[in-house]
Nanobody, 112 residues
């Protein structure tokens, strides 16, 4: 059973940065593609960024140029570096692995 544990969320001012981590219970080499999603109150869950086994990445238009997805296979961890955060980035952020496995989410709040 795959388990994903997100961390790194919190409260940050507009323009600030956060780095989210998604630690997997096993080797992530079999879990690609891996993705970050987010869900704001009253809205549908949306794809934020994804990464393939080969390292190719894709991003939602709303975060392109501000967010970066990366991975450390040795640590079985995927990251989401979020810069120049905006209030509209406020949401619960989820990690997703191949096979439809989800983490429990981590709250990101961007507010002054």
């Amino acid at each position: 059973q795959v388990q994903l544990l997100e961390s790194g969320g919190g409260l940050v001012q507009p323009g600030g940065s956060l780095r989210l981590s998604c630690a997997a219970s096993g080797s992530i080499s079999s879990m690609y593609p891996m993705s970050w999603y987010r869900q704001a109150p009253g809205k549908q869950r949306e794809l934020v960024a994804g990464i393939t086994v080969g390292g190719s990445t894709n991003y939602a238009d709303s975060v392109l140029g501000r967010f970066t997805i990366s991975r450390d296979n040795a640590k079985n961890t995927v990251y989401l570096q979020m810069n120049r955060l905006k209030p509209e980035d406020t949401a619960v952020y989820y990690c997703r692995a191949r096979g439809g496995y989800w983490g429990q989410g981590t709250q990101v709040t961007v507010s002054s």
